[in-house]
C-alpha cells in the first residue's frame, strides 16, 4: 500500500499539464535521461553551451523534492539538511550541503546528489550509487519493520522505497554506459520483478533500448507484446520500436522500384503500416533518424509527440535502426506517405488521437532554442498571395521612407530609371521596325 502511494504521488509530480485539457501535454521525467556531472556538464565545459533549460531544471527540482524528502526529515539530521539542499538552486550549494550531511551519517539521498551532480564520469557516479545503495537498502530495512507504526514512519518508508527504487535504476544505467549490458537488462529485469507498479516510469525503455543493443530482438518482441497495450500510454519508443522490428523482417531486401512494379507483399505492407503508425505518433522522429535534423543532448523531460521526445529517442535509438540493414532505406521511402492519411492532423488523427496543439509552446520550453530549432508540425504555410502581398506592402513603406529622407536622391534616381525605360522601349521598337521592314524587303526581291 506504501509503494502504490508513493508511486502515485511521484507520478502526480512528473506529469506537467501545459494546456487547458489534461490529456493532450504532459511532460514526463525522460526514462533515459543523463548525469548532469559527468554528461551534461562535460558538454558544457566543451562547448560553452548549456544544454538543459531552467524549466526542465526546474521540474527536476520538484521532482526531487517529492522523491527524496517526506513529513519527517526533521527527526533524522542528515535528511533535514538534504530536503534544504534539494530546494536549493546553487548547484555548489547543494553539493556542499550533501557533503554536510555525510559528515552527519552515511546519507542514501546525499550520496544520489554527489553522484548525479559532482562526479564526473560514470564510473565515479556509479562508486557512489554503490554506496548509496548499501546506506538506502539499511534505511528501507528498518522503515519496513516500522511503516505500520503510524503515518510518519509509513510517509519515511515511501520516501526510502523511491529512493532504492531509483538508486537501482541509475546503477543499471550505469553498467549499460559503461558496456555492461548484460548485467544492466538482469538489474532491470530484477528492478521490475521487484516494483511490478513501476510500469508509470517506463523502466521498460530502458530494458528495450539495452535489449536492442544486445541484438535480443526475441526478447524485445516479448517486451513489446507485455507493454504496446491498447490499454497502456505509448511512447515514440514503444511505435518506433514496433516499426523497426516489422522492418528488419523486410528491410534488406526492399526495393522501392520492385516493389513498385509487382505490389508490397504482406510483410512489406505491415511493416510500412508499422512505420505510418509510428510517424502519426511522433512525426518529428524521422528527421532526426535519417540525419535530416541535428541531434542535441536529450533534456531532463520530454512531451510526448513532441520534439523533446523525437529527440530523446533518436539520441539513444539511431543506433539500432542503422544496425538493422536496409531499415533507414525503409523508413526513407516511406516515411512522408504518414500525412496523406492525416490531412488535417490537428482536427482528426487516424489511428491516435488529433495531433495536440501545444506541443511546440511546451517544448519551446524544455528545449534551449538558443542553439537548436524547434522542430514545428504540422508546418505553419502562409499562401502566396499573403506572402507577395506582405513584400509588395513592405517594398512600398521603404520607398515612401527613402522618398521622405533623402527627397532630392529619390528624384534623381526616379529621373534616371524613367529615362532608362524609355531608351529600352524606344530601341525595341525600333529595332522591330526595322525587322519589319527588311523581312518585307527579302520578300520583294525574291518576288
Known amino acids: ?18 494546456c487547458l485539457s489534461p490529456a493532450e501535454c504532459k511532460v514526463w521525467r525522460n526514462p533515459l535521461n543523463l548525469f548532469r556531472g559527468a554528461e551534461y556538464n562535460r558538454y558544457t565545459w566543451v562547448t560553452g553551451r548549456e544544454p538543459l533549460t531552467y524549466y526542465d531544471m526546474n521540474l527536476s527540482a520538484q521532482d526531487h523534492q517529492t522523491f527524496f524528502t517526506c513529513d519527517s526529515d526533521h527527526l533524522r539530521p542528515a535528511d533535514a539538511i538534504m530536503q534544504k539542499a534539494w530546494r536549493e538552486r546553487n548547484p555548489q550549494a547543494r553539493i556542499s550541503a550533501a ?25 565515479e557516479a556509479e562508486r557512489l550509487f554503490k554506496q548509496a545503495l548499501k546506506a538506502g537498502e539499511g534505511c528501507y530495512r528498518r522503515s519496513q519493520q516500522l511503516q505500520h507504526h503510524g503515518t510518519q514512519y509509513e510517509a519515511q518508508h515511501r520516501r526510502d522505497t523511491n529512493v532504492l527504487v531509483y538508486i537501482k535504476r541509475r546503477l543499471a544505467m550505469c553498467s549499460r554506459k ?9 538489474m532491470m529485469r530484477d528492478l521490475m520483478k521487484e516494483f511490478p507498479l513501476l510500469s508509470m516510469f517506463n523502466i521498460h525503455e530502458n530494458l528495450l533500448e539495452s535489449l536492442l543493443e544486445l541484438q535480443n530482438y526475441a526478447d524485445v518482441q516479448a517486451v513489446l507484446a507485455k507493454y504496446d497495450d491498447i490499454s497502456l500510454p505509448k511512447s515514440a519508443t514503444i511505435c ?36 505510418h503508425r509510428a510517424v502519426e505518433f511522433n512525426p518529428h522522429v524521422p ?58 492532423p490537428l ?19 524544455l528545449l534551449p532554442t538558443v542553439f537548436h530549432e524547434v522542430s514545428v508540425y504540422p508546418k505553419k504555410e502562409l499562401p502566396f498571395f499573403i506572402l507577395f502581398t506582405a513584400g509588395l506592402c513592405s517594398f512600398t513603406a521603404m520607398l ?22 524609355y531608351t529600352h522601349t524606344h530601341t ?20
Open 1 to 18: 500500500g506504501a509503494e502504490i502511494l508513493s508511486l502515485n504521488s511521484l507520478y502526480g509530480s512528473m506529469l506537467c499539464s501545459l
Open 99 to 123: 557533503h554536510e550531511a555525510l559528515e552527519l551519517e552515511d546519507c542514501a539521498t546525499a550520496y544520489i546528489l554527489l553522484a548525479e551532480e559532482e562526479a564526473t564520469t560514470i564510473m
Open 178 to 186: 559503461l558496456g555492461r549490458t548484460r548485467e544492466a537488462v538482469k
Open 240 to 275: 518506433y520500436t514496433a516499426a523497426l522490428l516489422k522492418a528488419r523482417a523486410v528491410s534488406d531486401k526492399f526495393s522501392p522500384e520492385a516493389a513498385s512494379r509487382r505490389g508490397l507483399s504482406t510483410a512489406e505492407m505491415n511493416a510500412v503500416e508499422a512505420i
Open 287 to 344: 528527421k532526426y533518424l535519417l540525419e535530416m535534423k541535428s541531434l542535441i543532448l536529450p533534456p531532463e523531460h520530454i512531451l510526448k509527440r513532441g520534439d523533446s521526445e523525437a529527440i530523446a529517442y533518436a539520441f539513444f535509438h539511431l543506433q539500432h535502426w542503422k544496425r538493422v540493414e536496409g531499415a533507414l532505406n525503409l523508413l526513407h521511402c516511406t516515411w512522408e506517405g504518414t500525412f496523406r492519411m492525416i490531412p488535417y
Open 347 to 365: 482536427e482528426k488523427g487516424h489511428l491516435f488521437y488529433p495531433y495536440p496543439i501545444c506541443t511546440e509552446t511546451a517544448d519551446r520550453e
Open 400 to 421: 515612401a521612407l527613402l522618398t521622405h529622407q533623402f527627397p532630392e536622391l529619390m528624384g534623381v534616381f526616379a529621373k534616371a530609371v524613367s529615362t532608362n525605360t
Open 428 to 447: 525595341h521598337t525600333h529595332t522591330h521596325l526595322f525587322r519589319k521592314f527588311y523581312a518585307s524587303r527579302k520578300l520583294s526581291v525574291h518576288s
